[in-house]
């Protein structure tokens, strides 16, 4: 008899085969919400947890690794902010680009990015504009980059926890 494990996502008991399965479609769907609500200023630990349609503490639990939840939208939104600096077109300013992902000004964001990446927000906009791309940050969790799983995978994935849930609610 497989061993039983308490919570994750929206069910009560999994199996410890299924958990980590269930955490990665779990994560995947916090992945498409933070896209999705990026650039809302309300987003916080209470609106994703609603997004996702989780309790708080269940998704504190699986973005604990990450920091736990208001550090994961901090680093998303972070990492939006590198990905709009390093693209040479942008023309926005970085207090453009910190009011439009939701930072109080530009020295906020300036010193969240630079603790985090190693490097200022204008050292990455210089390297775009030079040509270069900016180095690999050196806190990226690579649990949270899911963006690399093939779609037909997780569809797989979530069509088998699916039904592993409908059987668990029997």
Same mark, same amino acid.
């Given at each position: 008899? /497989?061993? @039983? &494990?308490? =919570?994750?996502? $929206?069910? =009560?008991?999994?199996?410890?085969?299924?958990? /980590?399965?269930?955490? &990665?479609?779990?994560?995947?769907?916090? $992945?498409?919400?933070? $896209? $999705?609500? &990026? @650039?809302t200023p309300t987003l916080e630990p209470m609106t994703l947890s609603r997004l996702v349609g989780m309790s708080c503490s269940n998704l504190y639990h699986l973005l604990e690794k990450e920091g736990g939840i208001a550090r994961y939208i901090q680093h998303q939104r972070l990492l939006e902010a590198q990905a709009v600096l390093s693209d040479p077109a942008t023309t926005a300013s970085i207090s453009a680009i910190a009011e439009d992902l939701c930072f109080a000004d530009a020295s906020s964001v300036s010193r969240t990015f630079k603790r985090e990446f190693g490097y200022s927000p204008s050292a990455a906009r210089a390297a775009a504009l030079a040509g270069h791309k900016p180095p690999v940050p050196r806190s990226i969790s690579a649990s949270l980059r899911l963006g690399s799983i093939a779609p037909t995978a997780l569809s797989v994935i979530s069509s088998w926890i699916a039904k592993i849930l409908s059987s668990e609610r029997s």
């Open positions: 008899m /497989p061993m @039983r &494990l308490e =919570g994750s996502c $929206r069910c =009560g008991a999994i199996t410890a085969v299924a958990k /980590p399965q269930i955490d &990665l479609s779990c994560k995947e769907r916090v $992945r498409q919400a933070m $896209r $999705r609500h &990026l @650039r």
